[in-house]
């Protein structure tokens, strides 16, 4: 018996309609025509059948007995030799058929692809490629590439392929005239179309775009949901960036994640990369307008569960993992007009960040006294002695080439004297702790004291993306950081940009001819999770229902976020609990309201649904164990087990504190 995959492979092949001139250039270069091209380049908008002509390239390259190799541009690395040993049998094994799909979200390897990948490809090779942009000009105008190189970009289907793919699909004659209008010549629109096919489709007026629309096409699409738990790992996969089995898991811990999984995985809108599973661009946004539409609580509840999964991640995750938890975060929350203002979204810019080598001085010199002058030169080289580890460069991927540098310092109390007379921005920092509240030993500051981008000199681009996600993690993985500092030379500029999120300590420090804005956090009054809580919150979050200074929802972050510092004195003390109608009257605020979370998980107990929910909590919060997969193992539970009850016991917690919240203690 056929799989499911298998099955839906062959009902997309019967569907699928067009691109003759494509398939058959493509079937002379398999049968090994020397005439025929070698790297074959399609392009076009979204939804105009690019993976669709891709899935029938790759079915005949198999079918021809090619192997094949796979990517997706949106998960490629932005290092090179990570393509590279990706594409590995491409360069090593005579007939393999590379494909890489959404190419537009990797368009910086371009140069490198041309000049030093391709050439080494292995004997009777070929090479496919689609993207949203065409390729840059001046490889179709080269004529070594004339003979070798074949660009289409991709045309919307005709009148007669539109009325044919409909045909096709029954969709009932009746209805066909509003569904051309509606879809035009777009083939994902009519594949939506015909995916959610004549069933219930009585009025004709049901094809006006509308919510009608989407329910319509998104019900005809996914078909029967075969129970909740599939509906909400659906709503996963219309907000995460990429799914995998593994974040299933952790969001729904008291489902079937493999299950739910495969079933994401044959879905006809899903598709499959190395790093887990996305929706095709419109179809994920269409998903999460009728998600947000159709269920806005379950949308809000779900996108909170993520978060609270990323945020867990950037504290326990391995280092290296933890640079993208925190962009997946904030892509959860990129429509907020905070984070609209701050980053750029950018995949175009072609650069990677690496650590300061002693041979990038001299260029990392050239571009600091380029764009800041000498004096920031000479402060660059005196930063580069003291702390070289704090410097980061960012290479153009293509050739190597430096094209910007990042300094993040870490300066612990008491200042060092000559740290203060040397550097005016640093003197101002400190001068700003002393001003509020000392720092004291043992504790640190942190300043991202540097970001030259010369061809986009302190504007929001992909530089500064990749540094300030690595700025925030680190500040929240660090201990005893005291304050944290940005500093921008454009400073009214960034004061409008930054509002909300770093306070403005008035300081404009002077170093050559140039005068920085100074902007501030204190990590003593709120702990980096909870800063990051706000900064990605609703602007318009829903009102409390009783006399309470925060939000329901800003209320259960603030329980987990003092549950998850129970075990750090400094974080705690700066947890956002501290400031609810709870906290307000407590004599010693941080020692009672720890007396009162412990209270809380053990009242649990006296409700037989809440005792494996308080061992859970206690086991997780209150035992020592470091991670939650050591605190299943103390209780001997599944992981996903323990996180089933650790769910239940957040919620029953947060229920209660809240009812506690409003109405005070009885």
Avoid at 465 to 479: G, K, N, P
Wanted: proline letters at 6%.
């Amino acid at each position: 018996m056929a799989s499911v995959g298998e099955r839906l492979s062959r009902a997309r092949v019967r569907a699928f309609i067009g691109r003759d001139e494509q398939l058959g250039r493509f079937g002379e270069a398999l049968a090994g025509d020397p005439q025929a091209p070698f790297a074959f380049y399609v392009c076009g908008p979204g939804g105009i059948g690019k993976s669709t002509l891709l899935r029938r390239l790759a079915d005949h390259a198999r079918a021809a007995g090619r192997l094949l190799v796979e990517l997706d541009g949106r998960f490629v690395s932005h290092d090179p030799a990570d393509f590279a040993h990706a594409a590995g049998p491409f360069l090593d094994v005579p007939g393999t058929v590379l494909f890489v799909d959404s190419f537009e979200h990797c368009q910086w390897l371009e140069s490198w692809l041309w000049h030093h990948f391709l050439p080494r490809a292995a004997d009777d090779t070929l090479v496919v490629l689609a993207g949203r942009r065409a390729p840059q000009p001046q490889w179709t105008a080269d004529p070594a590439w004339t003979g070798l190189l074949h660009v289409t970009e991709l045309e919307p289907f005709s009148p007669e392929q539109a009325h044919s793919l409909l045909v096709a699909a029954q969709i009932r004659p009746e209805l066909r005239e509003r569904v051309l209008r509606f879809a035009g010549g777009n083939p994902l629109a009519l594949s939506l179309a015909a995916a959610a096919g004549s069933e219930g489709c009585s009025r004709e007026e049901i094809w006006a775009p509308s919510a009608d629309v989407l329910r319509t096409l998104l019900t005809g699409l996914i078909g029967e949901v075969p129970t909740a738990a599939h509906r909400r790992a659906l709503e996963v996969a219309a907000q995460a960036h990429s799914t995998s089995e593994e974040l299933l898991d952790a969001v729904l811990p008291e489902e079937d994640a493999h299950l739910l999984f495969s079933w994401l995985r044959d879905l006809p809108f899903i598709e499959s990369t190395h790093q887990g599973l996305y929706p095709h661009d419109a179809a994920r946004e269409t998903l999460a307008a009728d998600l947000r539409w159709r269920a806005p609580h379950a949308f809000e509840t779900m996108r909170r569960r993520l978060a609270d999964e990323y945020l867990r991640l950037l504290r326990e995750a391995p280092e290296e993992r933890v640079w993208t938890v925190t962009d997946e975060l904030f892509y959860l929350f990129r429509e907020g007009e905070t984070l609209a203002r701050l980053r750029s979204w950018s995949r175009e810019e072609e650069v990677h960040d690496r650590p300061l080598h002693p041979d990038d001085l001299d260029e990392v010199l050239r571009m600091a006294e380029e764009t800041e002058g000498p004096a920031s030169a000479a402060l660059v080289r005196y930063w580069a002695g003291r702390q070289p580890r704090a410097f980061s460069v960012y290479r153009l991927v293509s050739t190597g080439r430096i094209v910007a540098f990042t300094a993040r310092l870490a300066l612990p109390a008491p200042a060092d004297p000559q740290d203060l007379a040397t550097d005016p921005v640093v003197a101002a920092a400190w001068q700003y702790c002393d001003t509020l509240a000392a720092v004291s030993p043992g504790e640190h500051i942190g300043i991202s004291r540097f970001s030259v981008y010369p061809e986009r000199y302190q504007v929001p681009s992909r530089v500064t993306d990749l540094s300030s996600s690595r700025a925030q993690a680190e500040a929240a993985r660090s201990r005893g950081r005291a304050y944290g500092f940005a500093v921008f030379r454009d400073a009214e500029t960034w004061a409008a940009r930054v509002r909300g999120t770093l306070e403005d300590t008035g300081a404009r420090p002077r170093v050559g001819d140039h005068t920085y804005g100074l902007f501030a956090a204190d990590w003593r009054r709120e702990s980096v999770e909870a800063w990051l809580q706000r900064f990605i919150a609703a602007p318009d979050a829903p009102a409390p229902a009783g006399p309470s200074p925060v939000s329901r929802a800003a209320f259960d972050g603030a329980v987990r976020e003092a549950l998850a510092h129970w075990r750090d004195a400094q974080a705690f003390a700066a947890c956002a609990l501290l400031r609810a109608r709870l906290a307000a009257d407590l004599v010693d605020p941080v020692e009672e309201l720890r007396t009162l979370l412990r209270r809380a998980v053990d009242e649990l107990g006296r409700d037989p649904r809440g005792v494996r929910a308080r061992e859970a909590l206690t086991a997780g919060y209150f035992s020592g164990a470091p991670t939650q997969e050591a605190a299943a193992r103390r209780l001997g539970l599944p992981y996903g087990t323990y996180r089933r009850h650790l769910r239940q016991g957040l919620d029953l917690l947060c229920e209660a504190l809240w009812d506690e919240e409003l109405h005070g203690r009885r």
